[in-house]
């Protein structure tokens, strides 16, 4: 069983930065896309950014477009998420994910939410205003 372990997240003031990492904990899953969302307070949980895990493509949701950078370390399988210029709206808890699935790979890249097999626990990012 494939466990996300995601770290990073904090208290900050608006216009700071945060970086988020995420470890999957099997070396030898295979990974197609790698995503982050996140879930504000009354909020359904929606699509951030996404990986590829081959390319090193990225997409990103409109909301975070310019501020925030999705980076990734094959040989440690990790994803990381550079957040800048954060405003009291990205308020959230943070949910790293995981595609496995080949055959889901364009679903997961466009922020599929059903299309990921493994979520990690999630890291509270608080932007104080």
């Known amino acids: 069983q494939v466990q996300l372990v995601e770290s990073g997240g904090g208290l900050v003031q608006a216009g700071d930065s945060l970086r988020l990492s995420c470890v999957a904990s099997?070396?030898?899953?295979?990974?197609?896309?790698m995503g982050w969302f996140r879930q504000g307070p009354g909020k359904e949980r929606e699509f951030i950014s996404a990986i590829n895990w081959s390319d090193g493509v990225t997409n990103y949701a409109d909301s975070v477009k310019g501020r925030f950078t999705i980076s990734r370390d094959n040989a440690k399988n990790t994803v990381n998420l550079q957040m800048n210029s954060l405003k009291p709206e990205d308020t959230a808890v943070y949910y790293c994910?995981?595609?496995?699935?080949?055959?889901?790979?364009?679903?997961?890249?466009?922020?599929?939410?059903?299309?990921?097999?493994?979520w990690g626990q999630g890291t509270q990012v608080t932007v104080s205003s």
């Open positions: 099997e070396r030898t899953v295979s990974v197609n896309v």
């Open positions: 994910s995981l595609c496995t699935r080949g055959t889901y790979q364009s679903r997961c890249f466009s922020g599929a939410k059903y299309a990921y097999d493994y």
